[in-house]
């Protein structure tokens, strides 16, 4: 990773980091599931047969699997330091418009297509990629190429293996209804 990231703390959005948690307790809570079934299968009989008591082991096992992989996920947060940055301040004035920035959509031209990314936090990988405006983790390969940038700027990064000229034609601010596209959970609830 460049030296500009290993400096900072991780940028996580409230809605990635809620994500997480979230998973860790459904997966908390299917293990503990699994567990019980277990228990109620275990007393049908000879285990080397009972088929219900394998599943639910092999259910415990997956849960519990998954759950370890967030706990060192969530473990190394915290151990990293990390910045919780809510997604609608972007549209409220956040960061600067003037350079590539978490919260800041850049115009990037290469290979003969244009598309706008709205540059978002470094566990925002679960973000709908059919949207207007894609969504682009600071800390990725291309995020990295662009952060800091201000446009107009012709930069060469090397994306998936291989080099790439890329134009940073534009920053901007989000706006309201790309932001809410990437994270609908944002939406404000009517009442």
């Known amino acids: 990773m460049d030296s500009l990231f290993m400096t900072e703390r991780i940028i996580v959005s409230r809605p990635s980091l809620q994500s997480l948690a979230d998973k860790h307790d459904l997966h908390a809570s299917q293990k503990r599931a699994a567990q019980r079934e277990a228990k109620v299968a275990k007393e049908w009989g000879d285990l080397s047969e009972n088929a219900e008591y394998k599943a639910s082991k092999e259910k415990f096992r997956l849960a519990g699997r998954i759950q370890q992989r967030l706990v ?13 940055v809510d997604p609608l301040d972007w549209v409220r004035g956040g960061p600067s418009a003037g350079r590539v920035a978490v919260g800041t959509v850049a115009r ?11 540059v978002v936090g470094a566990k ?15 800390t990725s390969p ?3 190429a662009l952060y800091g ?17 890329l134009r940073l034609e534009s920053v901007r601010p989000p706006t309201l209804e790309e932001v809410l596209a990437l994270y609908p959970e ?5 009442g």
């Not at 940038?149 to 000229?165: M, T």
């Open 72 to 84: 060192r996920e969530l473990k190394k947060l915290e151990d990293t330091g990390y910045e919780v």
């Open 108 to 118: 990037v031209r290469q290979g003969g297509f244009t598309e706008d990314y709205l």
């Open 124 to 138: 925002d990988q679960d973000l709908p990629l059919d949207r207007s405006v894609l969504p682009l983790p600071y």
């Open 142 to 144: 291309l995020g990295q």
């Open 149 to 165: 940038l201000a446009a107009p700027r012709v930069v060469e990064a090397v994306i998936a293996g291989e080099r790439r000229v």
């Open 186 to 190: 944002l939406t404000p609830q009517k």
